[in-house]
Structure formats: structure tokens, C-alpha cells
């Protein structure tokens, strides 16, 4: 049987050996919820990338381009990292670069996997599938917060395990970790959240309703998967 492990942070990726593997790149607040709404709404491309030169660099091939540094959006660039700027229409069928704190560095720095899709828990039931289906050993890569441990890329984790435990191996301690920390949480992950330290960073931005629409379970049905150096 395959394997479901977690990785708490980029930081920690080095301890992994990626080949053969299929990575989920998770960063709740806000990057991946972003991404997922971003293709739920028509998005044709995103390239991630981690520095924001690079990122300006890709409106010379027409791209649309999304910047976000500690927790705002970076100043001329199109668009942000809230997941309500990617809903208007004006997203379909175009193509996005985008860099954000941690997110994209996440899902970058996985390269070396044999699949990296991006999951978030507005896709959580197409993650669950698609990863079900492919039966490769699984890594969650959570996006943390400049290198440490969040709360909530962890629940993400844990809810994912909730969900393949029957078809995946859990037996790992940061997987059961997951596990016990999203059943503690699961009844009313706002609240649980409110003492986490990025939620406490977001709020003094007064992003609320992103918060609480990053949380929503398997609001669409998308999987953006990695191919070559873009998500699809
Ligand atoms: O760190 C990231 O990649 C961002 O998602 C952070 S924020 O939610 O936009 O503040």
C-alpha cells in the first residue's frame, strides 16, 4: 500500500527524498486556495515563481501578473493573492505568474517529484481522488511561514489523511499529528484558527471573508497539476 506523509515546512524538504513521489503543495492562507479559485474560474496557465523580478518578467509574453509579500499585494503588479480577485471574469482564459511568501517557494522548491498538484480545502475531495487513483507514495509540502510550522497547512494535511485513511499507509507520526490535530479542530476551523498566527497576521489586514472562504471544503472540483514550468 502506498504511503501518506507530511512535510511541515520547506525547510524540512531536504529530509525527503521526492523522487517517485506525488507532492501536494498546500498553502491554506492564501497561495494554493488562491491558485485552485484562480483555475475554478477559467485561468488558463499559472506559472509560480519565486522572486518577484522574475514575476514582473512574464507580462513581456502576455501573462497577467500576481504578487504577494507579507500578506500584500506587491505594488505594480495586476493582482494579489485573495482568492476574490481571481472571480470577476477578467481571469478566463489568460495566464498568470505569480509569487507570494511561501506558497510558490513551496511548490517550486518540490521540483523533484514525479506529480506535484496543488490542494487546498476547496479541492480537497479532487485531491483525494486524483491521489487515490495514481496510488504513488504522497507527500504533503506545507507552505509554513518563512520556514516554520503553521496551523493550518497542517489541518489541510490532516483533513486529507481523513480522507485516504483505508487507502494509504498513515503510520507516520507527522501524519497521525495531522490527523488527531484536524478531527480536534474539524467542527469549527475558524474558531480553532483564530489564535493562529498567520489568521492574526491576515486580520490585521482585515481579510476575514478570505480566511473564511480559504476554509470552505470542496467548493470546486479542479486539480492544478505541475507540467514542466507551469501548473495546468
Ligand atoms: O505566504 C504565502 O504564500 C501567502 O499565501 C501569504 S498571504 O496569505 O497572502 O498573506
Redesign the pocket.
Known amino acids: 500500500m502506498a504511503s501518506i506523509d507530511v512535510c511541515f515546512s520547506p525547510e524540512l524538504l531536504h529530509l525527503y527524498d521526492l523522487k517517485g513521489k506525488a507532492v501536494v503543495a498546500v ?1 491554506i ?3 494554493t486556495s488562491t491558485m485552485v479559485t484562480a483555475f475554478a474560474h477559467g485561468v488558463a496557465n499559472i506559472f509560480p515563481v519565486m522572486d518577484l523580478e522574475e514575476c514582473r518578467g512574464y507580462a513581456a509574453q502576455g501573462c497577467l501578473t500576481a504578487a ?1 509579500r507579507n ?1 500584500i499585494k506587491a505594488e505594480g503588479f495586476d493582482l494579489g ?1 485573495s482568492p476574490f480577485g481571481y472571480m470577476g471574469g477578467s481571469v478566463q482564459g489568460r495566464d498568470i505568474a505569480i509569487t ?5 517557494r513551496a511548490i517550486r522548491l518540490s521540483e523533484a517529484a514525479e506529480e506535484i498538484i496543488v490542494g487546498a480545502f476547496l479541492n480537497l475531495q479532487a485531491v483525494a481522488d486524483y491521489l487515490a487513483a495514481l496510488q504513488l507514495d504522497v507527500l504533503v509540502v506545507c ?1 509554513g ?1 518563512k520556514g516554520q510550522f503553521n496551523l493550518e497547512d497542517t489541518l489541510f494535511a490532516g483533513a486529507l489523511v481523513e480522507r485516504l485513511q483505508g487507502k494509504f499507509s498513515t503510520e507516520n507520526d507527522s501524519t497521525l499529528a495531522a490527523l488527531y490535530l484536524y478531527q480536534t479542530a474539524k467542527a469549527d476551523l475558524v474558531a480553532f484558527l483564530r489564535q493562529s498566527s ?1 489568521v492574526r497576521r ?1 486580520e490585521h489586514l482585515e481579510i476575514h471573508k478570505d480566511i473564511e472562504f480559504c476554509l470552505r471544503h470542496d467548493a470546486f472540483n479542479v486539480l492544478p497539476v505541475w507540467r514542466q514550468d507551469r501548473l495546468v
Open positions: 498553502d492562507l492564501r497561495a504577494e500578506g493573492n507570494t511568501t511561501n506558497g510558490t507552505a511561514w498567520h491576515l
